[in-house]
């Protein structure tokens, strides 16, 4: 075998020790990493305890058969290929397998170079369907793709976010979503379960902060009957409700202390322990959990523990405040625009230039979320077609953020003030616009030559 960045390893599952010889010392002489099982049972031990490329499965064993072996362990061989062999094969028995979950049949007795060109003909199989993820991957991206899943923005740090889940959802790692109330964070991990291959398993909620601490341990796994006072029949718990699927812990910092030992133990065994049992029970469930606390500062006053920490940082993904990506705000107006077209029956077809400038210099100390309040109140509020300025009531105090109205300049000085204003508010108008001075000028309500005068007295290209 050619040299390669990752050595594959095979999984040889044969009752006959002279075969189990005989493939391994073929195959590791082409290059291949080789373990061997007696039996369908032991090679079901062995993909429990790791993960194989290949596997080469006799049909006829004592035990647990090939078959039996397929059906047992289907749930663990989707990262790997398998191929069954057998000495009174048929077609029927080949359609079986196939429908089990096998990728090639091969009777025996074969030739050494059938069986490895049944293995190389299988990596090739593998590498066009990787290539073939990749490639989709990119047209979205190339293609524009403004989206993932219901979030949407084209600034650099969202799409860096949306590259970043894209490529994590096709594993089963355990993902960390940071950020501020509203930024989007149960989006993103919704969008990841839809991308993986998990999608067609169950997606499993739970707000870690709203479950009062003596019943968020039964919740997440499960109780037997007696446990403790009303407990009067076995529980699943979330874990078990989201089995093959996905479990979002939102506002996982949130976890009494006491509780993280048994959800960092679950992490890494796959066991759940309901209240009360004393047998463990196995899961398969990928974890998502979000915060909008600092871990970090939560470890160092003792609040969170560090072991489990770094068990769910395995992927972190930061997402941006609003404030941070305006160049995004226009293209949330328009989205939310067309939803709540449809869900309020209304016929809103744009926002003026003097409400969007209002929005860009707004902070949305509430992110995503706040954005998205203030489209829906201003359509009822509106008697037209366009969302005018009065329409909009920003914060608390019905104002736009304060903040806004300055530029932040510390000194005194009126003009030099009123520069740095007018600097931060065109580059605004023109990140919002893609760089479209007309509709940057429009937008700014000024002319077309006035915008470029200024932006050459700024140094804006």
């Keep these: 075998m050619e040299n390669s960045e990752k050595q594959k390893k095979i999984l040889i599952i044969d009752d006959e020790e002279n075969m189990r010889h005989m493939l391994k010392t073929m195959l590791t002489r082409y290059g291949y990493a080789i ?49 069954m062999m057998s000495a009174y094969g048929s077609i029927d028995m080949a359609i079986e397998a196939m429908k089990l ?39 979205r991206r190339v293609g524009g793709s403004l989206s993932f899943g219901n979030m949407v923005g ?21 993902v960390l979503i940071t950020g501020e109330s509203g930024t989007g964070k149960e989006l993103v991990a919704q969008g990841i379960h839809r991308e993986s291959d998990r999608r067609s398993g169950p997606m499993v909620p739970v707000n870690c902060a709203s479950i009062p601490e003596n019943l968020l341990e039964s919740e997440l796994f499960g109780h037997v009957k007696g446990a403790f006072t009303g407990a009067d029949r076995d529980k699943k718990g979330l874990f078990e409700v989201a089995e093959e699927g996905t479990l979002f ?53 003792g609040h969170f523990r560090e072991d489990l920490f770094y068990r769910l940082n395995v992927v972190p993904i930061a997402l941006p405040p609003l404030r941070r990506r305006p160049e995004d705000i226009p293209l949330l107006c328009q989205f939310f625009i067309t939803r709540f077209n449809e869900t309020l029956g209304s016929g809103i077809k744009n926002i003026s230039s003097a409400a969007m400038a209002a929005l860009m210099r707004h902070d949305w100390p509430g992110n995503i979320r706040e954005l998205e309040n203030a489209i829906e109140r201003a359509i009822v509020l509106a008697d037209g077609t366009t969302l005018e300025l009065e329409n909009f009531v920003f914060g608390k105090a019905g104002t736009t953020n304060p903040d806004s109205h300055g530029s932040g300049y510390a000194g005194f000085s009126l003009k030099a003030a009123k520069s740095e204003m007018e600097d931060k508010m065109i580059r605004k108008a023109l990140a919002a616009t893609g760089g479209n001075r007309t509709h940057a000028a429009n937008m700014l309500e000024i002319s077309h030559p006035s915008l470029l005068s200024k932006m050459k007295l700024y140094g804006i290209d």
Excluded at 43 to 66: E, H, R, W
Excluded at 255 to 279: A, C, D, F, T, Y
Excluded at 280 to 299: F, G, I, Q
């Design 249 to 301: 812990l939102d506002e996982i910092g949130d976890i009494p202390v006491s509780l993280q030992p048994k959800l960092l133990r679950v992490l890494q065994e796959s066991e759940i322990r309901p209240v009360g049992g004393g047998k463990s029970k196995a899961v398969n469930v990928r974890v998502v959990a979000a915060t909008s606390k600092d871990l970090e500062r939560e470890m160092a006053s």
């Design 35 to 83: 373990c061997t099982a007696k039996d369908g049972a032991e090679g079901l031990a062995a993909i429990t305890s790791q993960q194989f490329d290949f596997i080469l499965c006799d049909v006829k064993m004592p035990q647990m058969n090939g078959m039996e072996f397929l059906k047992a362990g289907r749930e663990r061989l989707l990262s790997a290929t398998v191929i």
């Design 101 to 139: 979950g096998a990728y090639d049949f091969i009777s025996k007795p074969f030739k050494n170079e059938e069986i490895r060109l049944t293995i190389k003909k299988a990596e090739e199989r593998e590498r066009l369907k990787k290539e073939n993820i990749e490639l989709k991957d990119r047209i």
């Design 154 to 174: 084209r600034s650099p740090a969202i799409q860096a976010v949306f590259s970043m889940a894209l490529k994590v959802a096709r594993f089963d790692s355990t």
